[in-house]
């Protein structure tokens, strides 16, 4: 028994950390709807404890561009798809969530707002369950 329980221990010590991101949005953001999302913005990938430089994907200098088509579908632009450039998104309000349907084939995706100007954005499997440990980042900018 003392060994089993052992083992279990070096296990559990062995598994990384990750970085716990946060699963619901924040109160007082409205999920589901197409205004928020609209403006310019960074994405990057979150800084956690292990985190030493945070990669930018996309900077304010050439944003990424979401415009409304409506109270809950965007147009998403991003400068470095070129062939994606100007992809349509469904919203669907979700748990405190908001779910992301590209008219795309390719994978879904769940946002969690983290305040106005700022939301994470993870891939959901085929299954439907998300990736909360990878997240990218989505900051407002200026």
Known sequence: MLLRLTILGLIATATP???QFPQQGVAGMENGVAAPFVGKWRM???EDENTISSVELVGCDLPIVIDPL???RFRYLSPNN???ARVEIDL???????VWFPSIEGPNYISIWLGPDAFHLHNLSEM???D???PFLYTRCP
């Not at 669907?92 to 908001?98: G, I, Q």
Request: no cysteine; glycine share 8%.
């Open 70 to 72: 409506g109270n809950s």
């Open 44 to 46: 990057s990938y979150p």
């Open 92 to 98: 669907t309000p979700f748990m405190n969530r908001t």
């Open 132 to 134: 909360w440990d990878n």
């Open 82 to 84: 070129p062939e994606d």
């Open 17 to 19: 950390a990750f970085a």
């Open 128 to 130: 439907g369950a998300a």
